[in-house]
């Protein structure tokens, strides 16, 4: 069923104005898709190319919303809120939330974790709640760790956990009027008091890389990066005592060994529902371990690594979401090519269908008109309420596949004839498989050279459903010569039965499922 609009976008432009309150009143997909765009099987109609490609201005200048009229050639707005200004902020001009699969938002949505390539940290607002956006802990306030990747608490707003060389480290954020209710106005002077929950015998380099706090908020695994040589790489299970832990414990270690020189890397590691390790090596399949350290499965096949886990909301089991590639003459989903469609994977314990796609999210959409990878790039799930999976769709590898190609950085104008349907798109695929929504033209570019990796978008949606953040260039092809200048962004989705936090009166930001 096609999502019905309450004139959302339309409420945008009769008001024409976005305050405080209005902020926190979002729309779920800024107008991309339309009663005549058919979902999920996109034909040729449905290339939506995007207006002003080559001129449109992000907000790169302040911290509040802008809009992007006539998207689909009427008079809908696309609101889309800039929360990093990362020339001014760290005098760098590429600055990321990181990965799809590390959720950048605190527990109650209100901030924001960001980086630049340098490896410096910090934290702002999410300015799409109303509360101003900016700085809340800048990057001298941020505490020493061993990498720029922290994971939020998922109680308390102001705890995130990171590691510092052998520790496993909180970190809690203080300060005059340095809390939500006070909507971080001590910011950027905000500070950060740091406890130590574990300390290792044996390791020396513990951090995350692209993961989270799992769904019950009490464990994640955590890297011995320092082990990463070509020979032995070591994930520690931690188990915390309690939300807002005071201390943590080491459950279980993984022990990976990289034969023949070959490092297994301990990049992309996700955490299922029931605390299990996904692992993607850097050669070989992907492989499973339990919390006990032991071995499930080593034989997954996912989209280069890029997967995210939850609980299916029509069986209860345990899947993994991305294009896979193993028992592709059964599941109807992939014709086992590069570009496959995307489907949920059965990872539950002991079930007779283990390790073979239970269901096609994309059946029928072929995505790949002209290198577009199948089904979307980067997955983020986090197992959310809402039960939506969202997606980047960009150009298949990286680089510029030619000097004429519009998502590479020239003046080339994007039009029906050298577009493709979704292209360069954030899009939202229900876990039941019955909806797609295409949510907003990301605009991101790649530079030559074979680069491009910073400016991937890698949406992520918060746990609750109601925001979702992406990196993009919009076009800015000054800045680093291969990533432009990228920095953060938020759209609000908020659909269903989610109620947006302070909703104008009389107003229903609700879309119907």
Known sequence: MIPQRYNVCRLFILLSFLTASLAAFGQSYCGLENSTVPIPSPTSGAVIVPSHYSTFTSPSSGYSSYTEPDIVGTTSTCVVWGATNGLSETGQAVTMQNYATQNPFNADDSLISVANTSGTNYIVKNPALGNGGGVVVSPNNMPASTTWIIVWDTANPAVFYYGQGSSVMKGTIGGTSCNSSAKWNGAPNCTVTTTTLYTSPSYSNLQFNEQDVSADGLHFWIADAGQDTGSTVHFLLMTLNSTNATSATLTATVTLDGTGGKSLGYHKPGILPNNYLFINPDSGNDALYNTSGNLVINTLQSQGGHADFGTDPVTGKIVGVSVWYQGTSANGCTDGSYYGGVGLLDLQPGDSSFNTVIRCLSLNSPENYSGLQGGGWHYSWRDTSANWIVSDMITAGSGCPSSSAPQCFNSMQPSTSNWDARQEEIVAWNAQGTEIMRLVHHRSREGGNGGGYWSQPRPAISRDG???????????????????????????????????????????????Q
């Open 466 to 512: 109601q925001y979702i953040a992406f990196t993009s260039n919009f076009n800015i092809s000054s800045g680093d010569s291969v990533e432009g200048t990228t920095n953060v962004f938020v759209i609000p989705f908020q659909v269903g039965s989610v109620t947006p936090p302070n909703p104008p009166t009389g107003l229903s930001a609700n879309v119907s």
